[in-house]
């Protein structure tokens, strides 16, 4: 059986361990909030992701800021070192992403300041949340949509 799990959570001695209840709630409520029709001026900011871990096979969802450039989406991990999500994308990766209330298919893939094409995805993000903090090294997450995925 597939589950979807929203992101929350983390592995610990064997057992997954939430990162706390109430980021949880407040992730799944924001999911559903962006799934319906009241999504308004939340879906400005954010879009929700639904990736497949590559080891583990589960899939995980979850919302995200983003900048976009037509149908091209720029996510930048808060706090990458502390997160796994974007690791399962170092290769592209078909995934799917929850846009004005409808699920679409895409391919995402994360980028590294060594990564050729990172600086002009860089430079969209940080036009669209100036104010975001980035490091140096931070990475960025690329998605493209794929209508005929």
Do not use: C
């Not at 592995?11 to 407040?26: C, E, L």
């Not at 096979?57 to 996510?75: C, E, I, K, M, S």
Request: aromatic share 8%; charged share 20%; no cysteine.
């Amino acid at each position: 059986m597939n589950r979807t799990t929203t992101i929350g959570a983390r592995k610990h001695g064997g057992r997954v361990q939430s990162r706390g209840p109430v980021r949880a709630v407040v992730d799944r409520f924001v999911v559903a909030l962006l799934a319906s029709p009241a999504r308004g001026r939340l879906a400005r900011s954010l879009v929700v992701l639904r990736v497949r871990g590559t080891r583990t096979g589960r899939v995980f969802q979850f919302p995200v800021q983003f900048a976009r450039q037509g149908d091209t989406f720029v996510l930048a991990p808060g706090r990458p070192a502390a997160k796994t999500w974007w690791r399962n994308l170092r290769k592209p990766a078909s995934i799917r992403v929850l846009v004005d209330g409808e699920w679409m298919p895409g391919v995402a893939v994360a980028l590294t300041p060594a990564d050729t094409d990172y600086l002009p995805f860089r430079l969209a993000y940080r036009r669209r949340w100036p104010t975001v903090p980035l490091t140096a090294t931070n990475p960025l997450v690329v998605v493209r949509l794929a209508p005929g995925l």
